[in-house]
C-alpha cells in the first residue's frame, strides 16, 4: 500500500485524449498521471459527493421556505 503523504502541488491540463494531472506531495516526487474522460467524470462526482453533493439551479442548502 502506498504512504500516506500531505499534497504539495498539482495541476491539471487539457489533452488530446483526455487530462494529465502532475501531482507531488510534501518531501517527495512529482509525477504525471494520464486520465480518460469518463475517469475524469468519476473524479468529480466523487468530488461533489464528498463535498455534499451539487446545489439545485442556485438554491442553496440553507435556504427555508
Known amino acids: 500500500m502506498a504512504k500516506l503523504q500531505p499534497l504539495e ?3 491539471l491540463q487539457e489533452t488530446e485524449d ?3 494531472l502532475l501531482v507531488s506531495a510534501v518531501g517527495g516526487e512529482a509525477i504525471y ?3 480518460t474522460p469518463e475517469q475524469m467524470d468519476d ?3 466523487s468530488l461533489e459527493a464528498a463535498m455534499g453533493g451539487e446545489e439545485e439551479d442556485g ?3 440553507d435556504e427555508a421556505f
Request: proline share 0%; hydrophobic share 40%.
Open 59 to 61: 438554491v442553496e442548502e
Open 9 to 11: 502541488t498539482f495541476s
Open 33 to 35: 498521471v494520464s486520465i
Open 43 to 45: 473524479i468529480i462526482e
Open 18 to 20: 483526455g487530462y494529465r
